[in-house]
């Protein structure tokens, strides 16, 4: 099996180590998700959004190509290679402001593109491996506010607008909340208990 995992993290997924001022829980869950997958014996391709100076925003040149259904760019066209092979396609950030950051979004923007990982008459996954999709997101916000407050707009990006649309239906979500007003040890034993669903 072959996996893909989309990081977005300012500090990259290199911070997985225990550095002040410079450690992220989140690259930490995709460290050992990464071992616990290589361990199975499967392959893992992690796309390192930052550590790749992958740009977000849409240029005018870039928008024409995508409206005829072309990669935007080279780095673009890689990614979509890539996520070609997959057999579980794995997006990891951290939540800001109730959804995903910038960088998530504009890949999704120019990425899960029309023309090229789907058909925009019918809406249709080219994905022909029918990909599983997960989930796995940090948060300061409570789960229940999160829920109940402020709806899971997420889940509807996500889970609805997005992957459900274009018939990718096997999606599941795993959010870490309040991870910050965890002890360390708590956070440790987080880690040492984290499976993938």
């Known amino acids: 099996m072959k996996t893909v995992i989309i990081f977005d993290h300012p500090y990259t ?4 180590q225990d550095v002040p001022h410079h450690r992220s829980f989140l690259a930490a869950l995709a460290h050992r998700l990464q071992q616990q997958l290589e361990d199975q014996q499967q392959t893992v391709d992690l796309i390192d959004l930052h550590a790749d100076g992958f740009d977000p925003v849409m240029s005018a040149e870039e928008l024409q190509r995508w409206r005829q259904g072309k990669p935007v760019n080279d780095q673009v066209a890689d990614y979509q290679r890539r996520l070609k092979a997959a057999d579980r396609i794995i997006l990891m950030f951290p939540v800001w402001w109730e959804v995903m950051p910038a960088m998530t979004k504009g890949f999704l923007d120019k990425v899960y ?3 090229q990982l789907y058909t925009a008459a019918d809406m249709r996954t080219t994905l022909t491996r029918d990909p599983q999709i997960r989930v796995i997101t940090t948060m300061s916000t ?12 997420l889940l509807k990006a996500l889970h609805r607008g ?3 649309k274009t018939r990718l239906r096997h999606f599941k979500w795993q959010n870490f909340a309040q991870v910050e007003k965890l002890a360390p040890a708590q956070r440790t034993a987080l880690l040492t208990n984290f499976r993938l669903k």
């Open 113 to 115: 593109a029309k023309g």
């Open 13 to 16: 997924a290199a911070a997985w």
């Open 162 to 164: 997005t992957f459900m």
């Open 142 to 153: 409570p789960g229940w506010a999160y829920r109940w407050v402020f709806g899971a707009p």
